[in-house]
């Protein structure tokens, strides 16, 4: 099992602490931290909750 499935795992059975690994989106919306995170989600089925996505303002 990789870290893309390891993670979607935890997040399909809710053992995922959204507020503990944020995502950080730059200004033109590209993924700077979380792209395993983001596929795990996409593979879990679930949806990213607004309050774990963090935009950098530069």
Do not use: Q, T
């Amino acid at each position: 099992m990789d870290k893309v499935d390891e993670y979607a795992e935890m997040m399909r059975n809710r053992a995922w602490n959204w507020s503990e690994y944020n995502f950080i989106v730059d200004k033109a919306g590209n993924i700077v931290s979380g792209h395993h995170r983001v596929l795990a989600a996409e593979r879990a089925g679930v949806e990213i909750p607004e309050r774990a996505i963090r935009h950098l303002i530069r």
